[in-house]
């Protein structure tokens, strides 16, 4: 019952959907706090996050149709997918000039994916630990009312040990992946780019 439980933890907190719901709130969050804000003005927001979650799911279940894949790769496809997707994110959000927030989210998420890709061949470090605390410990320093994504993201710890999808090393290994890249953002990003909690 337990591992049951645990599987269906990691189905709704899936990365492809966490990573989803954390951009979408934070780009809602963003655009509620500037001061010139108009609804006309969420659509393009929106619109571009939806087109690089369309890219980023399209790499992660088209690739395998295309070419066989070893063991490891839906982790590879699903990062590769989250990379693209979030680094449409990023330059979307730098050509429209529409605040640093979403812009440093998927940033960390890009760089964060760099490591994993490399890892993940040799050590099959959870990509749903990563893809989970990464974007809700951003979301956490930007302001602390989405302390429940980040204990939602904490959970996902010892929920895929539990499910039997990974070892505990490999979630914890995880979880020290996206803290090292949260502790880095936080502590060397320009003053003026970086998440300050409120």
């Given at each position: 019952m337990l591992a049951a439980a645990a599987r269906t933890y990691s189905a709704v907190?899936?990365?492809e959907l966490f990573v989803l719901?954390?951009?979408l709130l934070l780009v809602g969050y963003e655009w509620r706090g500037d001061p010139d804000r108009s609804p006309s003005d969420?659509?393009?927001r929106v619109g571009v996050v939806g087109i690089g979650?369309?890219?980023a799911f399209a790499v992660y279940e088209g690739v395998p149709l295309l070419v066989d894949l070893p063991a490891w790769g839906s982790d590879l496809t699903?990062?590769?997918g989250l990379g693209v997707g979030l680094g449409i994110i990023w330059l979307g959000?730098?050509?429209g000039g529409w605040g640093a927030l979403v812009e440093g989210f998927a940033a960390l998420l890009v760089a964060v994916t760099v490591p994993h890709?490399?890892?993940t061949p040799f050590w099959a470090v959870s990509s749903h630990v990563l893809y989970a605390l990464a974007p809700a410990g951003y979301l956490f320093a930007v302001d602390r009312r989405f302390a429940?994504?980040?204990a939602a993201g904490l959970g996902m710890i010892a929920v895929r040990p539990l499910a039997g999808a990974h070892t505990w090393g490999e979630s914890v290994g995880a979880a020290f992946l996206a803290g090292a890249f949260l502790v880095a953002l936080l502590r060397f990003s320009p003053p003026a780019t970086r998440p300050a909690a409120a």
């Open positions: 907190f899936a990365p719901l954390c951009a969420l659509a393009p979650w369309a890219l699903g990062s590769v959000w730098r050509l890709l490399l890892i429940p994504l980040f």
